[in-house]
Every structure is written in C-alpha cells, then in structure tokens.
C-alpha cells in the first residue's frame, strides 16, 4: 500500500513557475519508479515525466522537454516536479503515481497508486 499526496500547486502567469512535490508513505520509496501526469478537461490523463528508483534515468515528454524537470529525493520520501517557462497550455491537474514493480514506463496503465492530484492554471 502506497499513500501519495501532492502539493506546490496554484495560479501563475505564463512564463512563471511553480514546483510540485509528491510526498509518499506506506512503501520503501526507492523501491518505487515515480511519475507525473496530468490532464485537462475534457481530455484522457497524460504523461510527463518519469523518474527511475535511483534518480538517474528520467524522461520527459515532448510537450514539456526543456521546461520541466522531475527529481526525487529518496531520503525524504518525496518526488518533485520542477515547471518553468509555463505556457497557458500547461493548466491541468496534475498527479503524482508510483510503480512497485520497477519497472521503467510512461504508460497510465502500469501506474499501481496515485495521488489525490493538484490544480495548476496557467494565465496569459
């Protein structure tokens, strides 16, 4: 059983920044791959980014490569995603997940447990 709570989320302009953080608890944290995705209405879930359990193997989706960057730090159980140069276009909610297999995916359907997810609006 793995419990994640967002948080960092809110309103910025473009061009701004926000930082999220996905706190965990319930499982060895290093043992699990972390993700971010987000979705907006009236559109499917998506991803953006993943990390490996050591930190060291990270992809990032096409839509926010350059301007995001997803990180962890296992001794505070906690994943983190860094948003800069935000674009209207990045408003969405946005959810923290975990894989407990290890396995390195982007796909939705391999994520065990989500968070409760965390609004970010994007003003132009």
């Known amino acids: 059983q793995v419990q994640l709570v967002e948080s960092g989320g809110g309103l910025v302009q473009a061009g701004g920044s926000l930082r999220l953080s996905c706190a965990a608890s319930?499982?060895?944290?290093?043992?699990?791959?972390m993700g971010w995705f987000r979705q907006a209405p009236g559109k499917e879930r998506e991803f953006v980014a993943r990390?490996?359990?050591?930190?060291?193997?990270?992809q990032h989706s096409d839509s926010v490569k350059g301007r995001f960057t997803i990180s962890r730090d296992n001794a505070k159980n906690t994943v983190y995603l860094q948003m800069n140069s935000l674009k209207p276009e990045d408003t969405a909610v946005y959810y923290c997940?975990?894989?407990?297999?290890?396995?390195?995916?982007?796909?939705?359907?391999?994520?065990?447990?989500w968070g409760q997810g965390i609004q970010v609006t994007v003003s132009s």
């Open positions: 997940a975990a894989v407990t297999s290890g396995v390195f995916t982007a796909e939705v359907a391999n994520y065990d447990y």
């Open positions: 990390i490996g359990r050591r930190g060291a193997l990270t």
């Open positions: 319930g499982r060895t944290f290093s043992t699990l791959v």
